[in-house]
């Protein structure tokens, strides 16, 4: 990381307060050459609190891209508002809106060089020049780039390319800054350490942040709030490890998680929880007799003498300071994952037993979870 001088390092006054951006009702429809029409965001509400860091989280085609995509006025909704504070901005062109944003492939002037690329949006409303110059290098200094102002963008990394584009977006002082899959064209240790300077700039600045991603760990790191949604529609809302730790159905819990959820079908029989091959697990669920599904997070399993989940070896993979192991359920043709410490040393075809710390109970049709 380059080490930058910080004298002129813009503080939160630098920045409007933190604004809270409210969705209500938001829908947005296309529709093809042949009419087919498509709703990509389904009667989406939500409230995304004021200096805050917020990611939308979701599979492809999800409508995470869609919605940043209404913020920012790019896109306008079929039906439904969208307020910035207490201001309605639904038809609010985009630049009158007051908003930042970032595209997946920076959209950088490839003619032009760092500094020029980020005076850019002041020049399009007339900042004097030596005021713009200014800015840029105060915002240069933010993220870290302050002694590349003269390099064009071909002779940047892409972390630095990221970097540019970041400040391009805070240079005109936004009340609101958007992210569309910022980190996707880095490498693995790029997005790593790109994802904390985002961080560190958002908390620096105060200003609301919203980023689309369907990485999970990316927005659970980083995230003060998680948006999981599904098929244009919200599915869940809350800090990254309550989501995690207490999802509202299987969709979340299915794709929170790495590795992910086993889920096992099972039974709930006169208030007891029951795996397919009879193995009691739970009796906590206040449910009418039925058949559901079982979800068991891996590193909820712990290998026990006295556990009641028999399971044989199949696979080890040593992962670290973990290991986990790939298991076929006893009587079910079923394989589950557990993480398990490294020093206990297992073969497959081994015999194991498992207790379960915790376990989540499905609806089979709805995938509801039942508490």
């Given at each position: 990381?380059?080490?930058?001088?910080?004298?002129?390092?813009?503080?939160?006054?630098?920045?409007?307060?933190?604004?809270?951006?409210?969705?209500?009702?938001?829908?947005?429809?296309?529709?093809?050459?042949?009419?087919?029409?498509?709703?990509?965001?389904?009667?989406?509400?939500?409230?995304?609190?004021?200096?805050?860091?917020?990611?939308?989280?979701?599979?492809?085609g999800?409508?995470?891209?869609?919605?940043?995509?209404?913020?920012?006025?790019?896109?306008?909704?079929?039906?439904g508002?969208i307020?910035?504070g207490?201001?309605?901005?639904?038809?609010?062109?985009?630049?009158?809106?007051?908003?930042?944003?970032?595209?997946?492939?920076?959209?950088?002037?490839?003619?032009?060089?760092?500094?020029q690329?980020?005076?850019?949006?002041?020049?399009?409303?007339?900042?004097?020049?030596?005021?713009?110059?200014?800015?840029?290098?105060?915002?240069?200094?933010?993220?870290?780039?302050?002694?590349?102002?003269?390099r064009?963008?071909?002779?940047?990394?892409?972390?630095?390319?990221?970097?540019?584009?970041?400040?391009?977006?805070?240079?005109?002082?936004?009340?609101?800054?958007?992210?569309?899959?910022?980190?996707?064209?880095?490498?693995?240790r790029?997005?790593?350490?790109?994802?904390?300077?985002?961080?560190?700039?958002?908390?620096?600045?105060?200003?609301?942040?919203?980023?689309?991603?369907?990485?999970?760990?990316?927005?659970?790191?980083?995230?003060?709030?998680?948006?999981?949604?599904?098929?244009?529609?919200?599915q869940?809302?809350?800090?990254?490890?309550?989501?995690?730790?207490?999802?509202?159905?299987?969709?979340?819990?299915?794709?929170?998680?790495?590795?992910?959820?086993?889920?096992?079908?099972?039974?709930?029989?006169?208030?007891?929880?029951?795996?397919?091959?009879?193995?009691?697990?739970?009796?906590?669920?206040?449910?009418p007799?039925?058949?559901?599904?079982?979800?068991?997070?891996?590193?909820?399993?712990?290998?026990?003498?006295?556990?009641k989940?028999?399971?044989?070896?199949?696979?080890?993979?040593h992962?670290?300071?973990?290991?986990?192991?790939?298991?076929?359920?006893?009587?079910?043709?079923?394989?589950?994952?557990?993480?398990?410490?490294?020093?206990?040393?297992?073969?497959?075809?081994?015999?194991?037993?498992?207790?379960?710390?915790?376990?989540?109970?499905?609806?089979?049709?709805?995938?509801?979870?039942?508490?």
């Open positions: 990381m380059n080490k930058e001088t910080t004298k002129d390092v813009p503080d939160r006054n630098d920045f409007h307060s933190g604004v809270a951006v409210k969705l209500q009702n938001l829908t947005k429809e296309f529709v093809d050459k042949k009419g087919k029409v498509t709703v990509a965001v389904n009667n989406f509400n939500v409230t995304i609190p004021a200096g805050k860091l917020v990611g939308l989280l979701g599979p492809s999800c409508g995470k891209s869609t919605t940043l995509y209404l913020i920012s006025g790019l896109y306008k909704p079929n039906a508002a307020f910035f207490d201001e309605d901005v639904t038809n609010t062109p985009p630049e009158k809106r007051g908003i930042g944003l970032v595209f997946q492939n920076y959209a950088l002037y490839p003619h032009m060089t760092v500094r690329n980020i005076m850019f949006p002041l020049e399009n409303v007339r900042v004097p020049k030596k005021e713009a110059m200014v800015r840029a290098q105060k915002m240069a200094e933010l993220v870290h780039i302050g002694d590349l102002m003269d064009k963008p071909n002779q940047l990394s892409g972390g630095q390319q990221q970097r540019v584009a970041i400040a391009r977006a805070l240079v005109k002082e936004p009340r609101v800054l958007l992210l569309d899959e910022p980190l996707s064209n880095l490498d693995a790029l997005r790593l350490q790109t994802r904390e300077e985002i961080r560190r700039i958002q908390k620096e600045t105060g200003i609301t942040t919203i980023f689309v991603t369907h990485d999970q760990e990316e927005a659970m790191s980083i995230s003060d709030e998680i948006i999981v949604m599904n098929e244009g529609l919200k869940q809302i809350g800090h990254p490890q309550d989501v995690y730790e207490d999802p509202v159905n299987m969709f979340v819990a299915k794709f929170l998680g790495n590795p992910p959820i086993n889920i096992v079908p099972g039974k709930l029989k006169a208030g007891k929880c029951l795996l397919d091959n009879g193995a009691l697990i739970d009796s906590g669920i206040n449910q007799d039925q058949d559901v599904f079982i979800g068991l997070r891996p590193e909820y399993l712990k290998l026990s003498d006295n556990g989940i028999e399971a044989t070896v199949d696979m080890v993979e992962i670290g300071r973990d290991t986990m192991l790939i298991c076929f359920l006893n009587g079910m043709d079923v394989k589950i994952r557990a993480i398990i410490p490294s020093e206990y040393r297992l073969v497959p075809g081994e015999q194991v037993k498992f207790e379960c710390a915790k376990l989540f109970v499905f609806n089979k049709s709805t995938g509801e979870r039942y508490k």
